[in-house]
């Protein structure tokens, strides 16, 4: 079963940092593009970052840019999304989620998603 496995997230202070785990089951990473996305209460599911499965170029989304940092493991068949700076606005569920093609945009651009892990940045 093709499964990607959460960890990581939880409350952090505004200006803090949290490393968020994204471990791929059944399949090996180097085969798919992997984003990330997140869904504030009450918001759609927008996009945060990406990694390609070739090359390991990222990218991100700007309200994220300079902040956060997307990385892989192949060894771990894992990928990590380190948040530094944090700020109350981004405070959401984080999900990683597998490309069907190539990162893109959009939810419709993934083919199957890890659980979701909350994140809230709080005073």
């Known amino acids: 079963q093709l499964q990607l496995v959460q960890s990581g997230g939880g409350s952090v202070q505004p200006g803090g940092s949290l490393r968020l785990s994204c471990a791929a089951s059944?399949?090996?990473?180097?085969?798919?593009?992997i984003g990330w996305f997140r869904q504030a209460p009450g918001k759609e599911r927008e996009g945060v970052s990406c990694?390609?499965?070739?090359?390991?170029?990222?990218n991100y989304e700007d309200y994220v840019r300079g902040r956060f940092t997307i990385s892989r493991d192949t060894a771990k068949n894992t990928v990590y999304l380190q948040m530094n700076s944090l700020k109350p606005e981004d405070t959401a569920v984080y999900y990683c989620a597998a490309a069907r093609i190539l990162c893109g945009p959009t939810t419709d651009d993934y083919k199957f998603w890890g659980q979701g892990t909350r994140v809230t940045v709080s005073s």
């Open positions: 059944g399949f090996s990473l180097d085969h798919y593009d």
């Open positions: 990694i390609n499965k070739s090359d390991g170029s990222t």
